[in-house]
Structure formats: structure tokens, C-alpha cells
């Protein structure tokens, strides 16, 4: 285009090159103010913003460049999500080559809307009844796994390396199905467990891939390490403000039973579905499915309908009432 402008117009021509020789633009040609393409749409704001300082305040260049500034930095929003979400997609690629799941029931870990939150290593600690005339406490002996954990946004995925870059699954289990819990050790010695670098918790998966509970005691090599992993693990949801705070991976879903409507504006009509975000009192902020919209409404709107949050939140109210029952029986 530019160079058909040069051949084409004496005028466009000769104005670039009084521009061109102007101190302003410091004796440098066109061609250096030209964009390279793939730096071409993060530095178009920058470019917006520069005309946006040179301009009246209220005049209308300048209300028309500030709409498009605004375009811009929500195209360049969209563009680094789309950056974001293609490297995540070859990251879980690139693991789902390396997972053996062996005879266990395989499951396709790659999706648009996973990705990998946290990869690390861990120590599983096991007993084993011996008939050896040494025995440690509780009549068995101790042994240890090396593991690795693979946390996506939504699964966890239990495994022990096979080589350089093999892993062979041992169990998998929904993310908001865990239950990880802190040992002490000084309030309860246990048999086995290394006297330094030992950061003891009980893992517990409610519903493994055999969809039975299944629990490990886990130890990691720094206390740091054990508060990540448990802070990553722990789907309560959180409390800000007298508001309740729901993990982006476990939030309850509702329908509308009637429509609502916000400033005349419909929020959501009957049998509409919309996932909450937060919750206060009687008001709930919730987001329509395969929308970016949020709105405030009334509880008494909507009601919840199943979903992995509630099936989650039974399974983890059955397991505390089991082990509740459980110690009292001991006791």
C-alpha cells in the first residue's frame, strides 16, 4: 500500500518526505515508525495513546480515540488469552504423552478449558505387615513411594516416574473430591517418618478412579511446599467481606425459576442456568453460562440444580459423618 501511494500520489509523496526531514521525527524514515506484524497489536495502544495526548480533551477526535483505545486493549486482552490458552493446551499435550495410565480407565486430560496449575514431588509412606522379629510401631513395617502430582484446574493425577520423562498413573481423582488434612507430629508421633525434611497430610480422595475413598499419608520436604499444595487442594470456599467466595473450580450452579431483570435489563429468563461466583446474604452473584456477564440477584430467583459442586459437598459431608461415627465408636 505504501509503496503504491509513493508511485501513485506526487502530493503523498512529497509530504512524506517533508515530514521525513522534520526535526520531530528526528531525520528517521517511515519505515522506522512502522509496525513489525507480531508486534503490531500490542503496540497499537501505545500508538492510540500517544494521538490521545495530543488531542483536545472534548473534541470528537478525541472521544473517537478513546473508543478505540478502548477496542484495542480488550483486542489485545483477547489476544494474550489466546496466547495464554494455546501454550497451555501444548503444555497438557505434552504431559498427556508422558502419562501410562496402564490398566486403569483412561481419561483425556487435554481440553480447552484445563490446563496445569501445579506439577511437584512427594513421599507416600506405607505400612506392610512383616513377620521380621523388628518391628515399628503398630506390628508393620514402613516403606516409601516417590510420587509425582500433576494438579490441573480440575483433576488431580497421582503418579511415580518411569524414567526420564514416563509417568505411570496410580490414581486420579476430581479436584473438589480431595480432602487434604495437616499431621503434627509432635501431637501425634507416627512410626517411620524421617526426623528432618518431613512435612506430614493426609490426602484423601473421595472418589477415586475405582470411585471408591481411598487415603495416603503424603510427606513433603518443606513446610512451604505442604501449605501450597494444601492451599491449592482446599475447595471451602472463602469469606471476604460478609461475602462468600466460591474456588473458579468448584461453584455451585442455579436456574432461574423466574425471569430477572436488572435496570430493564434481563439478567436471566426461567430455566436459564448461571454459575455463582460469590454469595451474601440473600443476594447471589452469578454469571450466565457461556457468557462474560455478571449480575447481583436474589436468591429467591434462583435454586440450585446439580452439578459437581454438590455432589462434591454431599460426598465430603458423608465422609466427615463416617469419620465422626468412626472416633466415637473408638472412643
Not at 488434612?181 to 490426602?203: H, K, M, V, Y
Request: with cysteine.
Amino acid at each position: 500500500t505504501l509503496r503504491k501511494l509513493m508511485c501513485d500520489s506526487a502530493w503523498f509523496a512529497e509530504t512524506l518526505r517533508g515530514l521525513e526531514a522534520s526535526h520531530i521525527c528526528q531525520s528517521l524514515s517511515f519505515h522506522s515508525f512502522l509496525m513489525l506484524p507480531m508486534q503490531r497489536v500490542t503496540r497499537l495502544p501505545l500508538l492510540v495513546s500517544a494521538l490521545l495526548s495530543r488531542l483536545p480533551e472534548y473534541s470528537d477526535e478525541h472521544i473517537t480515540a478513546r473508543e478505540c483505545m478502548e477496542s484495542l486493549n480488550k483486542l489485545v486482552e483477547d489476544c494474550n488469552e489466546g496466547a495464554r490458552s494455546a501454550h497451555r493446551t501444548e503444555e497438557l499435550v505434552n504431559i498427556s504423552k508422558q502419562l501410562d495410565f496402564r490398566d486403569m480407565k483412561y481419561i483425556d486430560i487435554v481440553s480447552p478449558s484445563r490446563w496445569l496449575v501445579k506439577q511437584g514431588d512427594v513421599v507416600r509412606v506405607q505400612w506392610k505387615d512383616t513377620n521380621e522379629s523388628v518391628r515399628l510401631t503398630f506390628g508393620k513395617r514402613n516403606s516409601k513411594q516417590s510420587l509425582v502430582l500433576f494438579l490441573l484446574t480440575d483433576l488431580l493425577v497421582i503418579t511415580k516416574k518411569k524414567g526420564d520423562d514416563k509417568f505411570a498413573v496410580i490414581d486420579y481423582c476430581n479436584r473438589n473430591l480431595v480432602y487434604i488434612s495437616q499431621l503434627e507430629r509432635e501431637d501425634s508421633p507416627i512410626p517411620g517418618l524421617p526426623e528432618t525434611n518431613c512435612f506430614p497430610a493426609w490426602l484423601t480422595l473421595l472418589q477415586n478412579n475405582l470411585n471408591k475413598t481411598q487415603e495416603m499419608l503424603l510427606y513433603f520436604t518443606t513446610e512451604k511446599e505442604r501449605s501450597t499444595w494444601m492451599s491449592l487442594l482446599t475447595s471451602a470456599p472463602v469469606q471476604e467481606s460478609g461475602e462468600t467466595v466460591y474456588a473458579d473450580w468448584d461453584r455451585p450452579l442455579v436456574e432461574f425459576s423466574r425471569p430477572c431483570c436488572e435496570d430493564d435489563i434481563v439478567v436471566g429468563e426461567t430455566g436459564q442456568r448461571a454459575e455463582v461466583l460469590r454469595s451474601r446474604a440473600d443476594m447471589l452473584l452469578v454469571r450466565g453460562e457461556n457468557t462474560r456477564k455478571q449480575a447481583w440477584v436474589k436468591k429467591d430467583y434462583t435454586r440450585e440444580i446439580a452439578s459437581d459442586h454438590l455432589r462434591a459437598k454431599n460426598f465430603k459431608q458423608r465422609y466427615n459423618f463416617l469419620k465422626s461415627l468412626s472416633e466415637e465408636i473408638g472412643t
